[in-house]
């Protein structure tokens, strides 16, 4: 028996669409790592992901689970915020993952902000290649993460029709799941 | 290159998950018959699609696109509205797709309506079989679909998360695509 793609599950399925073999791709939320490796199993051996974090702690998980699984040499793990992706990195990219909310068995008091996740999709876009696809997964079940969502949302619905498709997929009778916004270059 | 799936292949995507050779299955808005079509194709030779619709012209134009594509021998035709399925189909179904508006081509002023909708979704959420899915594509573009969406809306957020999941495609960035709701049946 199938059944609806879990929004993680989907969130892969589309990244997948977008990516191939040795391209450039940002993990703008580096958090636990799982994204990370994701992405550095889909770019291959000559492809590339730059992967962000503000917290220590992130940067170590992500770094451990790259080496353990032996694909560290294509990642480059960033310690700073995803609204300065620019300045670390200046080639075009297929893909660009943020996970909004905190870091997941961290101190829930550090989450992502609407400013800077902004500011963070704002230059995503203009580092994307046309038919790159920016992902945000949207956790609202934290403190702040009710607030930060309509910012995010206004802002991508203002983006020019013409230029990017903006997609939301969410479950609708339940209030903890996250859920996904894919945004496309056309 | 790749890009987001549109919301009725997205929708087709989804009831290819759901559906296996040898089910029956219902098209509870028939219209210009393209989704009985497709579900024909999808239930085989020893499967069956009962196709609902009000409208003569639906009926005339879905029965002469089964026949021909040759098909016609697996679906039975219906003029009546989908709040009466239950009259007709009488075994368990594991796909019940609706549109929601008006026929394409014909005269608008004939859209489905909040309270016979509500109606056949409840009757289809009873004759789905569990790991089963109704899809409803929403077009809120015409006279009254923007005041039939919100009664949908609130109806699917009711449903218990132990028993359905519901999710919703749609596109934010523009207002004239039609969006996608899925009940899949626990």
């Given at each position: 028996m199938k059944q609806l793609l879990k929004t993680l599950d989907f969130t892969h399925f589309v990244v997948k669409e977008f990516v191939n073999a040795g391209d450039t791709v940002i993990?703008?939320?580096?958090?636990n790592g799982y994204d990370t490796l994701f992405l550095a199993e889909l770019v291959g051996e000559r492809g590339k992901v730059f992967a962000f974090d503000i917290q220590q702690k992130a940067i170590q998980s992500t770094e451990g689970l790259l080496r353990e699984q032996g694909l560290f040499p294509r990642v480059q793990l960033i310690r700073d915020g995803h609204e300065h992706i620019?300045?670390?990195v200046k080639e075009e990219v297929s893909a660009v993952m943020f996970n909004l909310g905190y870091l997941p068995g961290s101190d829930h008091r550090i989450v992502t902000q609407p400013e800077t996740t902004i500011k963070g999709v704002k230059a995503?876009?203009?580092m994307l290649s046309p038919g790159g696809v920016i992902t945000l997964v949207v956790y609202t079940g934290h403190p702040g993460g009710q607030e930060e969502w309509p910012f995010i949302e206004h802002y991508v619905k203002s983006l020019a029709k013409n230029n990017y498709r903006v997609l939301l997929?969410?479950?609708l009778n339940t209030d903890k799941s996250p859920f996904m916004v894919a945004v496309e270059k056309r």
């Open positions: 993990d703008a939320t580096a958090g620019e300045e670390y995503a876009l203009t997929y969410k479950f």
